[in-house]
């Protein structure tokens, strides 16, 4: 043994020094043994800007379960953390820190500005990687890696040039998401949609040379500086004659021609849309099927161009109330219809976007989408669970070009150069070009790359690539990714389909999708509800193990789970019992144990029933942790720890350590206790690693650390199927007559003699102790006959026990007990019975009311019934 286990459970006395202490060791940082087989897990970096919050305890805590507990199998695992840059996020902590200083972006400059980003990555950047360390996450943080490192950065580079050099990254004027409060094109994933309560504004437009009008309906009325057109559908007999024809657009003047395109529905509104090419991804395509213009009304926050005087330099909701105000007065207004439309809103900020065209960087994505979509489809990579891989296919399959470029300074800037003389247009992984026509310096594109552009390629840019290193050639590729199930377009599907086209293989085999921690009403945590629960505020109160204990317990794959103090305390709980019970054992020993040998010849029934239970637990754990079904492994060690062995094994060998049986038998129970604590140990550890490893280094022990030993394996010689039929006959028994003694509310004090029928002599004859100890008894009688006079009688499985009520209770007190429980029993019954005969009642009453009286009736005769018989016994 190594040391005392302390008396209290305290895990602010060891969890810090024992993550000290894997560190030191060097546990986390594995080896490449061709002899050994790897399991890789690549973190999902967290942003520089955040802090741990409920999200990444998940998340970092099931990928540690899964990773300590392969470590323990053998494999030679890496979990490869990091941090993301977070372009957006990154650059608004710094725009608004020196916004506190009186200074803007263009103040300081580019070179400024990035200064000063740095500066704020150093300080706090690696915030998050301490707080994932209290946390006990084994990641090897000798391999950290950053999404803005040099080698995260030239694998950018590379991925760039090479998609170029194929045509499948291209520069376009496109419509594109535009937040105007992060002053940037956001991608299609980065969209979140929510219904809106709005209108539709009901607006004239007067065809040239005529008294006639088109109507049409916009939710955008301020959108209308810049149509180009309006379109019917060319079937609609309605609008044929108009069709080649111009209307007057109100307000500005401009003639707009009458097109017809089959994108008009004939059968939505008034069957006329407005079209504005510049602000609307479906407009776009009609405006460039007919050659339309494309203006653009609108300046990067949203304000109103200075192309329209009377609303020039209004934010679009100001426009909007001024346009309407104006369409009124000139006639132009024929209705407003309350209208609630799904609006696009940025997923950082929330602001609504505003769809507009722009000059951008793209990827060409139906040749990336197709071989990614194959690869789950063949199984290459499956969802955990299945059902998520529709998410998948969905977006995957109807996914458009890919917006890469962001107007912004941090991040990965575009490695593409232009000649301000000539035109000409250069990618390059140099930092500088030199224009090849005409011998002119070149000017490099301003912006950055979208934030997962570079994310994309975190399973293999962190492991070396482009280079060929031994770190990618062994550990790559990965094994499992968790995430949430709300970045399967942001960041899943854009690894699959990079790492198929850069490294001809699928990134991992497995996507664990887990869902979110919502708190104990179920609502998602949020600033603005102030619900929000800092996992560091938990881990000073109760531990890092209980908080991993309560995400796991309970957790299956997909789904969204509840967090609250109760959960947290009840874990809390769990680790105290297993810590007393540890200690319990540890008091007890006095003999020479092997915590990984057993001989099982030499034990008792009760030593092989927990043996063979312990057995089975071992392998529906392995089981149910190679599926990545996380709750139910819990949920089966939490059972055997909490009732098999710490309520029952340790009651019952109570007696044998304490050398009240008769026989040597307590050296054998001593070494049970301490192969099954240590072997549950090791199973329990990948949940709770601290309290394991404390509780481990105090128990005889081969070996340094609990985190590198083997995790055991189930053994065929250790079940024991009809010690297991014996030992629960025997509890089943011991339980049913501490529920009759409740029933009548006998202390424990108070001894009875229990008398046995039963086809099992020797076995409840030779189990006399347990009942002595367990169940109150003053001793135990198997009989063949009748049972004395007086007593009650138990039946558990097809044994009867009987228990003499004089010693239990006051007769007299007893009998005026049951027969007040017996009066109030035959007025119920009178009662429903009443109402049952009642005719009336019965063909008016609702059906459920009915059913619920013939209810009470069934249940109240039973209880007569025992209440008749229970009253008979009482003599």
Known sequence: MNKELAKKYDPAGFEDRLYSFWIEKGYFTPTRDPGKPHFTVVIPPPNITGQL????????????????????????????????????????????????????????????????????????????????????????????????????????????????????????????????????????????????????????????????????????????????????????????????????????????PVVADDYVETDFGTGVVKITPAHDPNDFEVGARHGLPVINVMTDDARITDDYPAYAGMDRYEARRKIVE??????????????????????????????????????????????????????????????????????????????????????????????????????????SAVCPKCGKPMRQDEDTLDTWFSSAL??????????????????????????????????????????????????????????????????????????????????????????????????????????????????RNFANKIWNAARFVLMNLNTECDPDKLDVSELMPEDRWVLSIYNRTVSEVRDALDRCEIGIAVGKLYDFLWDIFCDWYIELVKPRLFGKTGGDTGAAAQRTLIYVLSGTLKLLHPFMPFITEEIWQSLPHKGESICIASYPEADEKHDFPQDEEKINAVIDAIRAVRNRRAEMNVPPSRKTHIFIRTPHRGLFADSEEFFVSLASAAGVSVIDGEPPEGCVSIVSGDNVLYLPVNEMVDVAAERARLTKELENAEKQIALAESKLKNETFVSRAPEQVVAAERARLEKNTALKAGLVAEIAKLK
């Open 458 to 571: 975190w399973p293999f840019s962190t492991l070396g690539w482009p280079d060929e290193t031994e770190d990618l050639k062994y550990f790559f590729p990965t094994s499992v990714l968790v995430t949430g199930y709300d970045i399967i377009t942001f960041w899943v599907s854009r690894m699959i389909f990079s790492s198929l086209e850069y490294t001809g293989k699928a990134p991992f085999d497995t996507v664990l999708i887990h869902g979110l921690v919502r708190d104990a009403q179920g609502r998602k945590m949020s600033k603005s509800l102030g619900n929000g629960i800092d996992p560091l505020e938990v881990i000073s109160v109760y531990g890092a193990d209980a908080l991993r204990f309560t995400l796991a317990t309970g957790n299956s794959p997909g789904n969204d789970m509840r967090f609250s103090k109760e959960r947290v305390e009840a874990s």
């Open 53 to 256: 919050h409920m999200g990444h305890a998940l998340d970092e805590t099931l990928q540690d379960i899964l990773v300590r507990y392969k470590r323990m199998c053998g494999y030679s695992t890496l979990w490869l953390p990091g941090t993301d840059h977070a372009s957006i996020a990154t650059e608004a902590k710094i725009v608004e820190q020196m916004r506190e200083e009186g200074l803007s972006k263009e103040d300081v400059g580019r070179d400024g500005f990035l200064e000063r980003a740095w500066a704020w990555n150093d300080k706090y950047g690696g915030r998050i990687i301490n707080q994932l360390k209290k946390l006990g996450s084994s990641c090897d943080w000798t391999r950290t890696r950053f999404t803005l490192d040099e080698g995260c950065s030239r694998a950018v580079r590379e991925v760039f040039l090479r998609l170029y050099e194929k045509g499948l990254i291209y520069r376009g004027n496109r419509i594109v998401n535009w937040c105007p409060h992060c002053r940037t094109t956001i991608s299609d994933a980065e969209v979140e949609y929510e219904d809106q309560a709005g209108f539709f504004w009901h607006i004239r437009y007067p065809v040239k040379d005529s008294d006639e009008f088109v109507e049409l309906a916009t939710t955008r009325p301020e959108t209308l500086l810049g149509d180009t057109a309006v379109a019917v559908n060319p079937s609609d007999e309605r609008y044929k004659h108009l069709v080649g024809k111009t209307v007057i657009l109100p307000l500005v003047g401009r003639e707009i």
């Open 326 to 431: 104006d369409l009124e007065k000139g006639g132009y207004l024929v209705s407003v219809e309350p209208y609630t439309h799904s609006v696009g809103t940025c997923y950082r900020c929330g602001n609504t976007v505003e769809p507009r065209v722009s000059l951008q960087w793209f990827v060409s994505m139906k040749p990336l989408a197709g071989p990614a979509i194959d690869s789950v489809k063949n199984g290459d990579i499956r969802f955990v669970p299945d059902r998520f891989s529709k998410n998948y296919f969905h977006w995957m399959e109807n996914i458009r070009d890919w917006c890469i470029s962001r107007q912004l300074w941090w991040g990965h800037r575009i490695p593409a150069f232009y000649c301000d003389d000539c035109g000409e247009t250069v990618v390059t992984l140099e930092p």
